[in-house]
């Protein structure tokens, strides 16, 4: 009895002791819950107006659109400045949520809260810095013998030419826009430094690693490994490439030169082999085979191709870019059509971001995290669906007569192969020399630019060139310590792809043509853009292939295996 009484006693205690803390968690929740909810109610709309001022300006190209895009900026940074907000965000997040949805909203936003933590009149300064200089972008056009030329006819021109000299005057004009901007590049990153440090972090790198929940180290040890992979298989393709580009000008390979590459980095594949790619393009109507393929596979975009802004006009940002506007599927691209493989491969890419947007997330999720797992994902979704613009038998399935498949088909899958291998290498450039920018921006810079693009590209410098040749590019400026998400996009892309042809195609990596199969967007919907932010990217790659990111695949598709 006495004992039976005592249990019984013991388990009140323990029961109430339990519901005591279930009342305390579900308070905890329930705290969490107002914070999130008093969020959207005042940072929705702001996030809102941005994106549509961003849009607006990009399509412009007009000083007073950039203004209110930048006074958007400036109050949407405000709100999430908040001190207050911000307290009370730490406070929450400390506490042991029971949902694991709100644990990880909270999460999420402290990311965001935390990187505006800065001196609001620092911050400013860091906004002002980076409009200005993105518009200098914008509006710059090469110019040659006094002519402008646009984005698309530089491009041509080093695709084409085989005078050395027009060669290298096109692209020192390519390169111009880095005097004009270095200073205030430089400034830039002092401003971006100083809010790092304020906040605790090494530098700004390191902290923008930590934003996007990466550490630098995993990162390098990754790219270490890709260093390693990719030597020896860079190396061959590449001796292949420059014989070809040295007879084309005439020239010996020794006297090679970053102007003989067919863009303005190297980043891309030079078209040096027997079939001209473009050739095909130039009679295929890029935007109608888009929507076909995209509505085949189950991914349809007619809806974001209606809301797009897709033809060059005189202002207008000659990139290519998609924005999820509300996070309720106002999603759209800005791109530059014309009809040429690049232009293909370009709108298959935003359109793969397009289909990883609020347009596939299901609206049960929430705002916070409706969008993206991280961009390394969503660029890797873009990747993989761009992949098809250079093969032949993607064409012929999608209507497109291709008068000589075989030579399309090796030119194509060489390109693909070069392609991968030469994009690896110029990643490399990129991670390691914003590394460098930001540990030790009072370095030479623009010897450093060339020992890494010597290094890992094997590119050899322009002999007495002095020039801040890495102030020429976009991405260093607007998306700061970024790139290397492009690499892992690219692991992520075929490591995604390979699951696909294994479990919904059955069929090996390379013959594996999506052309016609709903499974793909079925797939691509449950096991990859459902989950959204939900989960970190890490997590997401597991639960979409069965592994953590690694370069396992990635290094099949060059070997051709
Ligand atoms: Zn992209």
Known sequence: MFSITGISALSVLVASSVSVTANARSADDARARKFIAEHETRIRPLEKAVSLAWWNANVSGKDEDFKVKEQAQNKLDEALADRERFAELKAVKQLKLR???????MDVLYLLYLEKQVDPDLLKKITAKAIAIEQAFNVFRARVDGREMTDSEVRKLLKESKDSAQRKAVWEASKAVGPG????????????????????????HVMQLFLNEQTQEPVLRLFDQL??????????????????LAMNCGISVDELRPWHYHDPFFQESPAVFDTDLDAVYAGVDILKLCKDYYAGIGLPIDDVIARSDLYEKPGKSPHAFCTDIDREGDVRVLANIVPNEYWMNTMLHELGHAVYSSKNIPR?????????????????????????????DWLQKMGVTVPD?????????????????????????????????Y????????????????????????????????????????????????MMGQLF?????????????????????????????????????????????????????????????????FEGK
């Not at 949902?99 to 909203?105: E, F, G, P, V």
């Not at 260093?227 to 070809?244: H, N, Q, V």
Request: proline content about 5%; glycine content about 4%; some cysteine.
């Open 405 to 437: 498949p075989k030579g399309f088909y090796e030119t194509g899958a060489t390109m693909q192969r070069n392609q991968l291998l030469i994009f690896s290498r110029w990643c490399q450039v990129m991670l390691r020399f914003e590394k460098e920018l």
């Open 493 to 557: 892309a075929s490591q995604v792809h390979h699951t696909i042809a294994r479990r919904v195609l059955r069929t090996a990596p390379d013959k594996a043509l999506y052309v016609g199969h709903t499974g793909v967007g079925e797939f691509m919907k449950k096991r990859v853009l459902a989950p959204a932010k939900t989960m970190p990217w890490n997590a997401l790659t597991k639960y979409a292939t069965g592994e953590e990111l690694n370069p396992k695949a990635f290094a099949a598709d």
């Open 364 to 392: 049960t999720v929430p705002y916070v995290l409706r969008i993206e797992a991280h961009i390394l994902t969503t660029e890797g979704v873009a990747m993989m669906f761009e992949r098809p613009a250079k093969s032949a």
């Open 181 to 204: 901007v270095e200073k205030d590049l430089k400034e830039l990153v002092g401003l971006r430094n100083e809010a790092a440090r304020k906040l605790g972090f090494k530098d700004y």
């Open 99 to 105: 949902d694991r949805l709100l644990a990880r909203q």
């Open 439 to 486: 540990s030790n921006p009072d370095q030479d810079l623009n010897k450093l630019w060339w020992d890494l693009v010597e290094k890992y590209q094997r590119v050899k410098r322009p002999q007495g060139r002095n020039a801040p040749d890495y102030a020429s590019k976009i991405h260093v400026v607007v998306t700061p310590a970024y790139y290397h998400n492009y």
């Open 227 to 244: 260093d390693d992979l990719t030597r020896e298989p860079f190396r061959r393709a590449k001796a292949g490439i420059d014989a070809k």
